[in-house]
């Protein structure tokens, strides 16, 4: 068969989330995919998909994400779709993806990283330093409430989610003082400077793995998708999370278990950062280590074994 590119007549779909930052990073791709072929942005035809997770009667319970379903909550609708040629692309925050993909789905084209750092988001002060003991603070982030639980335990904590504009609504009603979102979907969004976000240094709070960047994922017999893929795919952002992938897949983690990771490169050099806790933040293990490029996943999977030894028995109860 010969291959074709999309035209305005047989365009190419890219599946999506509907929230506004599924939105903008669907627009990205399009985008990247458009300027890369020279072609019309109508050769692409954004497809938005729900998903379970989108439900807005689940995420009003502002219940532990956990206990509503657990991974693929945000993206099983969606691999449906892309499997049974309903869409030819899904565009994913990789922070929010599992690390193994269904038979048949391949996810490994990445746009470059946005801002890894988390932001302290405030209406009140500025950064975590100036709010006061027995404030509370609003997250349904099992890392970033560890983290919190280590640093600042005399805060209180409060379950809280929803797309970015649901969150700043639920601060001006007061239902918390401060909370965290990543740089990288204020940014997305054009929301820098229209929001009090304050970023915290990954010094201060480790990010998420794969926390600021996008992925594309794809049927793997989809060749003709596979060249055009090839096209915008972002190297380095692949060398780094390719070791924080390996060592959340060793951990055993996903999103929602309290851990964080970060790779970062210099020339041939790939540097991982390494972090996990218990829920209550009682304790936190950490480590730092450098390798070889080539090495990072390696790395990856060397510090979940170092870190999982160090921890030792009844850390990880918290996985039962
Ligand atoms: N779990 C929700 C989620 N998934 C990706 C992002 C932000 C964008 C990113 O990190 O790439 C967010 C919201 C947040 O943490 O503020």
């Known amino acids: 068969m010969v291959k074709q590119l999309p035209t305005p007549a047989a365009p190419l779909k890219i599946g999506t989330r509907g929230s506004p930052l599924a939105l903008a990073q669907a627009y990205e791709t399009r985008v990247r995919l458009a300027e890369a072929f020279d072609l019309p942005h109508e050769a692409f035809e954004i497809v938005v998909i729900k998903t379970t997770g989108d439900d807005a009667a689940l995420i009003a319970k502002d219940k532990p994400l956990k206990e509503l ?7 099983k609708e969606i691999e449906e779709q892309l499997l049974d040629g309903s869409i030819d692309i899904a565009v994913h925050s990789m922070k929010d993806m599992p690390t193994l993909q269904p038979r048949g789905l391949l996810l490994e084209t990445y746009l470059p990283r946005e801002d890894v750092r988390d932001a302290f988001v405030c209406l009140k002060y500025k950064s975590l330093a100036d709010v006061p ?6 997250s349904s982030s099992l890392r970033r409430r560890a983290q919190l639980a280590v ?58 793995v794969a926390q600021g960047a996008i992925g594309i994922e794809r049927r793997g017999d989809d060749s003709r998708v596979a060249d055009m893929l090839a096209a915008i795919h972002h190297e380095e952002t692949g060398q780094r999370l390719a070791a924080e992938r390996a060592f959340l897949a060793a951990l055993d983690g996903s999103c929602e278990t309290p851990l964080a990771g970060l790779a970062e490169l210099d020339g041939n050099t790939l540097r991982l950062r390494g972090e996990v806790l218990r829920p209550d933040g009682s304790e936190a293990i950490n480590d730092d280590q450098s390798a070889p490029l080539e090495d990072g996943p390696e790395l990856g999977r060397e510090m979940a074994a170092k870190l999982l030894e160090q921890a030792g028995k009844g850390f990880f109860d918290w996985r039962a």
């Open 69 to 75: 379903g657990g991974k693929g909550l945000f993206t």
């Open 133 to 138: 003991e027995g404030a509370v603070m609003g």
């Open 151 to 208: 640093k600042r335990p005399d805060l209180m904590l409060s379950e809280f989610r929803g797309n970015v504009q649901t969150r700043l609504k639920k601060l001006e009603e007061g239902v918390a003082d401060a909370t965290f979102l990543a740089m990288a979907g204020l940014t997305r969004l054009g929301m820098i400077g229209q929001v009090p976000a304050t970023p915290v240094e990954v010094t201060d709070m480790l990010p998420a």
